[in-house]
C-alpha cells in the first residue's frame, strides 16, 4: 500500500474538539484515525437525517412529550408495555 500526501487545513474550533477525544497519537495520525472511521461507518449512518432527528428530540423535549424514570427498573418496565 502506498501513501499519498494530502494536505488539509481544520479550523482551530476542530482541531481543539480532536484534541479533547484524548488519543494518545498526534493530531495528524488520529486524524486518519477518525477518517478511517468514518469511512467504514454503514452507509445507513451516513445518510440518516441527524438535523431533523435533532430537531424533532427538541421539539418533543420542549413540548414535555417526554418520561423520567427514577429506577432503571421502571424504564424498562415501560419499554415492555
Known amino acids: 500500500m502506498t501513501n499519498s500526501v494530502l494536505q488539509i487545513e481544520l479550523p482551530d474550533n476542530v482541531v481543539e474538539e480532536i ?3 484524548g488519543y494518545p497519537k498526534d493530531i495528524e495520525e488520529t486524524v ?6 468514518a469511512l467504514k461507518l454503514p452507509r ?16 418533543e423535549i420542549s413540548s414535555g412529550l417526554t418520561k423520567s424514570f427514577d429506577l432503571v427498573d421502571d424504564f424498562i418496565a415501560d419499554l415492555k408495555r
Open 19 to 21: 484534541t479533547k477525544l
Open 32 to 37: 486518519v484515525d477518525l477518517i478511517n472511521y
Open 44 to 59: 445507513y449512518f451516513m445518510e440518516f437525517d441527524w438535523n431533523g432527528a435533532e430537531s424533532e428530540a427538541d421539539f
